[in-house]
């Protein structure tokens, strides 16, 4: 027996008002959170091979280039200088080829390059494929999905997990559970997560966007207008100061 178009259009209805349980992020891009500021990813990012540094010196300008972190930790410089980088961040770098060189410290300027030797881990309802994306510090979980590229139209900002196998530390694993709806009601939060090389971040799936894929091919459409958010206004923007 068929369900005539008035039971199941209240069906929809009821699923949209009682099921919708995922809220919705005004901007999946999430371009409107901060990122996390460069000083504090140099700071915390450890140096590894094969990673790449980019060093330049002030008055050694025959020194100046792009130096690969070779397997034993080390790289080599133009004059034969060998010096073992492997787990130091780029400022303590810094110090001793100032010291190395008879250099001042703020006349040794050391960046990386390339970040190759760390990964984390992204799957689940983000743009593009699962995938490992390079490491580059302590960054913020919002920072991090907004340089992935933001989340999809099904994504559930509520079931976001960071998983963390605490291997290095010989401690247990751990999951982190984050809702980045909260992150844009307070931006202080998101700052509470960093994220750790070999991190795995996890978005899951809405449960209207579930359901919609549950509905045949000619329940889409009606589904699409009960659970899409009505607009809302914004305010107009400030005038420029004068």
Request: with cysteine; charged share 25%; aromatic share 4%.
């Amino acid at each position: 027996m068929r369900l005539s178009a008035q039971i199941v259009w209240l069906m929809l209805v009821t699923m949209a008002t009682g099921c919708a349980l995922s809220p919705r992020l005004p901007d999946r891009s999430l371009k409107t959170l901060a990122g996390t500021p460069t000083r504090e990813l140099e700071r915390g990012y450890q140096i590894h091979a094969p990673d790449v540094l980019t060093i330049n010196f002030d008055g050694l300008d025959d020194l100046d280039g792009s130096y690969a972190v070779a397997a034993d930790g080390q790289i080599t410089l133009g004059n034969g200088l060998r010096l073992r980088v492997d787990g130091m961040p780029i400022a303590e770098i810094g110090r001793i080829l100032a010291d190395k060189l008879d250099q001042q410290p703020d006349q040794v300027h050391v960046r990386v390059a390339e970040h190759r030797s760390q990964v984390i881990f992204v799957d689940g309802e983000i743009e593009g494929q699962a995938r490992a994306v390079p490491y580059i510090g302590p960054e913020t979980l919002p920072s991090f999905l907004k340089r992935t590229g933001g989340l999809t139209e099904s994504a559930a900002p509520e079931q976001v997990e960071v998983r963390r196998s605490n291997a290095a530390e010989g401690r247990s694993p751990e999951t982190i559970k984050s809702d980045l709806s909260e992150f844009i009601k307070h931006p202080e939060a998101a700052r509470q997560i960093r994220l750790m090389p070999f991190d795995h971040v996890s978005v899951g799936t809405s449960r209207q966007s579930i359901l919609r894929r549950c509905l045949p091919p000619w329940l889409s459409k009606p589904w699409l207008s009960a659970t899409k958010p009505k607009p809302t206004a914004t305010p107009a923007d400030d005038p420029p100061s004068s």
